[in-house]
């Protein structure tokens, strides 16, 4: 069977409509450009981000349906409450995001990780412009697990998250999704569902229904202070 792919032009930023991404393989779109911040921003803003492993090119995907939790309705299991009231883990934000996007790559087999040098260098200064932030769970003063993604108005664009020991990267997500919902927050975009973000609550909704509420959440504005770095408390109840 042939497939035919948009190939992108690296002195153009424009991408095809998610809405012409393949079944099969679920959701890709496009191959080529570059991983450049204003590019990978322009995917994000229309529901595409990049992901491919070694030695395959460039891909943009947009897949369907898509997974996310809803921060305001997020519940942590009551055991996960009972192990954080025992073990008392640290929660900050943006105060470790080189570390954070390192550990998510280098804690994975080097054949299955996306996550490549040139993806890290990528995020990493879309941090240094303040789209792209982290959280981070601290045992003591070590570094145990955390998350990162992209911020497009009231939707955080989860990218990838690594745990250490245990549950440190739900812990992560239950401390972020309350700060997040507190400053107005909606969407965690999660893009493709496994086992583990179904463990966590995260749900499935139509292509349409997410890139309908992306456009319109990202032209909202945060409340002041949200990616501040500082760290991070959650309410007993």
Not at 133 to 138: A, D, I
Not at 179 to 193: L, T
Not at 212 to 220: F, T
Request: hydrophobic share 35%; proline share 6%.
């Amino acid at each position: 069977m042939t497939i035919y792919l948009t190939e992108l032009d690296t002195n153009n930023l424009e991408f095809p409509s998610p809405f012409e991404a393949l079944d099969d393989p679920n959701g890709l779109l496009a191959f080529g450009g570059d991983l450049s911040p204003k590019r990978i921003l322009k995917a994000y803003s229309q529901g595409i981000f990049p992901w491919y492993g070694p030695g395959e090119p460039i891909l943009w995907w947009s897949p369907a349906p898509r997974a996310l939790f809803y921060p305001k309705t997020f519940k942590p299991a009551k055991s996960l409450k009972k192990f954080q009231k025992k073990h008392k883990y640290k929660v900050s934000i943006n105060q470790a995001t080189d570390k954070v996007i390192h550990l998510c790559s280098a804690l994975r087999p080097a054949e299955e990780t996306w996550l490549n040098k040139d993806m890290q260098i990528s995020y990493i200064e879309l941090a240094q412009q303040k789209q792209c932030h982290s959280v981070e769970v601290w045992q003591n003063d070590k570094l145990i697990g955390g998350l990162y993604g992209l911020i497009q108005g009231h939707v955080f664009c989860g990218e990838s998250m690594f745990s250490t020991q245990t549950n440190a990267s739900k812990i992560a997500l239950w401390y972020f999704c309350q700060h997040f919902s507190e400053f107005g927050g909606q969407i965690i975009d999660c893009q493709v569902m496994n086992p583990h973000l179904e463990s966590l609550g995260a749900i499935e909704v139509d292509r349409e229904e997410f890139l309908d509420s992306l456009l319109q959440l990202q032209r909202n504005k945060l409340k002041d202070g949200c990616f501040t770095p500082q760290w991070l408390e959650v309410s007993p109840a």
